[in-house]
Nanobody
Framework: VQLQASGGGLAQTGGSLRLSCAAS????????MGWFRQAPGKLREFVAAISWSGGITLYADSVKGRFTLSRDTAKNVMYLQMNSLKPEDTAVYSCVFEYGSLVVTNTGSYDHWGQGTQVTVSS
């Protein structure tokens, strides 16, 4: 499986950005995709994930109500709409993929990682 992330950039506090992650290769129809992020000097943390077949979503408390995951099942593309951005959202965001239907938050459960995309929120 190959993952191609895009959409990062610079936003002001309160602004919005949308990230995309396209999956290609042997994706099947039963898998989970999600996002993790890592800020400088901090540990990587879970952001959100979605089960592809059922559309079940899970969000970190820090982004709940501000970030929204969606998917285009025909194109195998996942989107992360990020609204009401805060400086603490500044990080490198990486998309992940794992076969199965269980949406989990730990990094070790995801074997497939895309390249990161930088999100910077200015105050």
């Amino acid at each position: 499986v190959q993952l191609q992330a895009s959409g990062g950039g610079l936003a002001q506090t309160g602004g919005s950005l949308r990230l995309s992650c396209a999956a290609s290769g042997r994706t099947s129809s039963n898998y989970v995709m999600g996002w993790f992020r890592q800020a400088p000097g901090k540990l990587r943390e879970f952001v959100a994930a979605i089960s592809w077949s059922g559309g079940i979503t899970l969000y970190a408390d820090s982004v709940k109500g501000r970030f929204t995951l969606s998917r285009d099942t025909a194109k195998n593309v996942m989107y992360l709409q990020m609204n009401s951005l805060k400086p603490e959202d500044t990080a490198v965001y990486s998309c992940v993929f794992e076969y199965g239907s269980l949406v989990v938050t730990n990094t070790g459960s995801y074997d497939h990682w895309g390249q990161g995309t930088q999100v910077t929120v200015s105050s």
